[in-house]
């Protein structure tokens, strides 16, 4: 089996910030109430122009400039996102579009929060088996598009992003070690948009009830993020032979710093090697961990042979974690 890694990344995080002091003008909250419950303090919005494809498109220009990537040697597009331009075609179509990348296969991902993961294994066996090369794994949200702002226990919670990274197969030491995803719809209703599918198509009586927005049972979520974060990173952890104590950096999904605190003390992973930019970004899915990543290697964080193991849980309930050798 080949090994892929990640060559380059990017990201982008739209100019508009959305404070918590903000949000207070908007529904009954406080900063206060919101950085003791989830470490957020501001969020990203993306303008009413700007949909999830441009954002993407952002983020892929900023890695192939920084990391002197041809975008011609692209020869896969993955998307994850839940927030697409379109129901069809795909997101990842309008980035192949703007960044003039003609007749190399590209598709979404609809794994919310683990997105990214997704995509990557997904890259992983398109390497595997085909005689392609290179790909392009992107995820992000814009939320704001999908966020009931009359909610306050939702509405504090999420920001808009996009990450990326392109990944090939690798000839060194470096790479995933290892690459773990599940899923259980048995708790679909637990956090999900109820309206705008096939299911339950829009009609007057789903916009006026606001069913095309976000709809979360909180507490429930939170009981099944943290045991489940905590199997992935287990399992990701035990196929790649390694063990907690030999990670550099944990990455996790940006939901809930609670969650993140509380993950990293079941895996024994000390504070200090627990990335957090969430105070930042807000909960930006399927963006967080490929946002995360960029930021830190663009800091200067990322060093040659480091061991990351990155994490996520999203709707679906999906999961996912990565064991890589940078």
Same mark, same amino acid.
């Given at each position: 089996? %080949?090994?892929?890694?990640?060559?380059?990344?990017? $990201?982008? /995080?739209?100019? %508009?910030?959305?404070?918590?002091?903000?949000?207070?003008?908007?529904?009954?909250?406080?900063?206060?109430?919101?950085? *003791?419950?989830?470490?957020?303090?501001?969020?990203?919005?993306?303008?009413?122009?700007? =949909?999830?494809?441009? /954002?993407?498109?952002?983020?892929?220009?900023?890695?192939?400039?920084?990391?002197?990537?041809?975008?011609?040697?692209?020869?896969?597009?993955?998307?994850?996102?839940?927030?697409?331009?379109? #129901?069809?075609?795909?997101?990842?179509?309008?980035? *192949?579009?703007?960044? @003039?990348?003609?007749?190399?296969?590209?598709?979404?991902?609809?794994?919310?929060?683990?997105?990214?993961?997704?995509?990557?294994?997904?890259? @992983? &066996?398109?390497?595997?088996?085909?005689?392609?090369?290179?790909? #392009?794994?992107?995820?992000?949200?814009?939320?704001?598009?999908?966020?009931?702002? @009359?909610?306050?226990?939702?509405?504090?919670?999420?920001?808009?992003?996009? &990450?990326?990274?392109?990944?090939?197969? $690798?000839?060194? *030491?470096?790479?995933?070690?290892?690459?773990?995803?599940?899923?259980?719809?048995? +708790?679909?209703?637990?956090?999900?948009?109820?309206?705008?599918? $096939?299911? @339950?198509?829009?009609?007057?009586?789903?916009?006026?009830?606001?069913?095309?927005?976000?709809?979360?049972?909180?507490?429930?979520?939170? %009981?099944?993020?943290?045991?489940? +974060?905590?199997?992935? =990173?287990?399992?990701?952890?035990?196929?790649?032979?390694?063990?907690?104590?030999?990670?550099?950096?944990?990455?996790?999904?940006?939901? !809930?710093?609670?969650?993140?605190?509380?993950?990293? %003390?079941?895996?024994?992973?000390?504070?200090?090697?627990?990335?957090?930019?969430?105070?930042?970004?807000? !909960?930006?899915?399927?963006?967080?961990?490929?946002?995360?990543?960029?930021?830190? !290697?663009?800091?200067?964080? #990322?060093?040659?042979?480091?061991?990351?193991?990155?994490? =996520?849980?999203?709707?679906?309930?999906?999961?996912?974690?990565?064991?890589?050798?940078?």
């Amino acid at each position: 089996m %080949k090994r892929i890694k990640i060559i380059g990344t990017g $990201s982008y /995080l739209p100019e %508009k910030v959305l404070t918590n002091d903000d949000l207070t003008k908007m529904v009954d909250t406080s900063d206060e109430w919101i950085t *003791q419950r989830t470490g957020i303090k501001e969020r990203h919005i993306a303008s009413q122009e700007e =949909a999830t494809s441009d /954002l993407g498109v952002k983020a892929a220009r900023r890695c192939f400039e920084t990391f002197d990537i041809d975008p011609k040697s692209i020869d896969c597009i993955i998307f994850g996102t839940v927030t697409p331009d379109k #129901l069809f075609p795909s997101t990842a179509i309008y980035v *192949q579009k703007a960044l @003039n990348l003609p007749n190399i296969p590209a598709f979404d991902i609809s794994a919310a929060c683990s997105g990214f993961i997704y995509g990557l294994a997904i890259a @992983n &066996g398109i390497i595997n088996s085909t005689s392609m090369k290179r790909a #392009l794994v992107l995820g992000g949200e814009t939320l704001s598009k999908v966020t009931n702002w @009359n909610d306050r226990s939702t509405c504090v919670l999420f920001g808009d992003g996009v &990450g990326c990274a392109v990944v090939e197969e $690798s000839h060194d *030491q470096s790479g995933l070690l290892s690459i773990y995803i599940g899923a259980d719809g048995n +708790m679909e209703n637990l956090l999900h948009q109820p309206a705008g599918g $096939s299911r @339950n198509p829009a009609t007057f009586e789903t916009v006026e009830k606001k069913l095309h927005t976000i709809h979360m049972e909180g507490n429930e979520v939170y %009981k099944y993020a943290v045991n489940t +974060m905590q199997m992935a =990173a287990e399992k990701a952890l035990s196929m790649a032979n390694i063990s907690s104590e030999d990670i550099k950096w944990f990455v996790p999904h940006q939901a !809930n710093i609670r969650i993140i605190d509380t993950t990293a %003390k079941y895996l024994k992973v000390p504070k200090e090697k627990v990335f957090v930019n969430i105070d930042k970004t807000a !909960n930006t899915s399927a963006g967080s961990i490929p946002i995360a990543l960029d930021q830190m !290697n663009r800091d200067g964080l #990322l060093k040659k042979g480091d061991i990351i193991l990155i994490d =996520a849980f999203g709707a679906g309930f999906t999961w996912g974690a990565s064991v890589i050798r940078w």
